[in-house]
């Protein structure tokens, strides 16, 4: 067991848990249970990977974030101190075991956290899964029903991304979007910042530079503004450019002198575009 929240991702956490599955004993017979948000999800998966080099896990996720993201595909790692997730592994879970009846027992700030990537994936999916997300926030978030078939399609459209790209080496990438900007704003608030805070940070912010370049309608930002908003999500990035280029220069999406970028055109499409990185510090200002 791990303390909760990001700052608690990192190496000496990482051996504890190799340490305490080598007391175990575990064996290469045995499989690791994760049970946890994206913080043990992500640290769990990546000792499983790592511990006798391999063994199978399988996740249980408790918050939303994890149910319809971090859980799924097979992205583990650590942070290190100059960035999120800059040591890790792909090791696929054997099973994903979900039970939406947990998400009654989260803080109503990580459960708003979540939401952040559910509004993601609606940006990605189109409708009607964005709509379907406007009308649970506007029916207060209470709707367990509706939240089920969410998650579910969510999950589902992660699966189906995953499975056509593994090791994050083409479209997988489209579900970084809002995550460049949003990891370096989680970073530089020292991690105060929830993960699903800081992404809507990114997803606003990333919208209104597609909007200002032509890419995307200003309407797709406007809309999903309020929709954060009403979510209770943080919408304005607080950081100077400077200082989230400093950090993003260390982004392990970073390609030597190029960084590809998540970029909504419209609802429902969402493509890839390579900048510079001189580009990106002129887009960040």
């Not at 370049?213 to 950081?239: N, S």
């Not at 030597?256 to 909504?264: E, K, S």
Request: proline share 5%; charged share 25%; net charge negative.
């Amino acid at each position: 067991m791990v303390p909760p929240g990001e700052s608690s991702k990192n190496g000496a956490s990482f051996l504890r848990i190799l340490e305490a599955m080598a007391e175990i004993p575990l064996t290469r017979t045995d499989m690791a249970a994760v049970l946890g948000g994206g913080v043990p999800g992500d640290m769990g998966g990546f000792a499983a990977a790592t511990y006798m080099r391999g063994i199978p896990v399988v996740q249980i996720p408790t918050t939303l974030l994890a149910m319809v993201d971090s859980a799924i595909g097979g992205k583990t790692g650590i942070d290190l101190s100059a960035g999120k997730n800059l040591a890790g592994a792909f090791h696929e879970p054997v099973m994903v075991y979900t039970d939406t009846s947990l998400l009654r027992t989260l803080p109503e700030r990580e459960f708003r956290s979540g939401m952040a990537e559910v509004v993601k994936y609606g940006l990605i999916c189109g409708e009607p899964l964005f709509s379907m997300t406007e009308a649970f926030a506007e029916g207060g978030c209470g709707d367990f029903d509706a939240l089920e078939k969410i998650i579910d399609i969510c999950r589902e459209a992660k699966l189906g991304i995953v499975e056509g790209d593994v090791t994050d080496k083409g479209k997988r990438q489209i579900l970084n979007l809002g995550h460049t900007a949003g990891h370096a704003a989680e970073k530089a608030s020292g991690y105060s910042l929830t993960h699903g805070e800081a992404v809507s940070m990114g997803l606003v912010w990333i919208l209104t530079k597609a909007a200002d370049a032509g890419l995307a309608p200003a309407e797709l930002r406007d809309r999903t503004a309020k929709l954060l908003g009403k979510i209770g999500l943080p919408t304005d990035m607080p950081f100077a450019g400077a200082e989230l280029f400093d950090i993003i220069k260390n982004d392990k999406k970073r390609k030597g002198n190029f960084i590809d970028l998540a970029v909504p055109e419209d609802l429902g499409k969402c493509t890839l575009k390579r900048v510079s990185m001189e580009e990106l510090r002129e887009m960040l200002g």
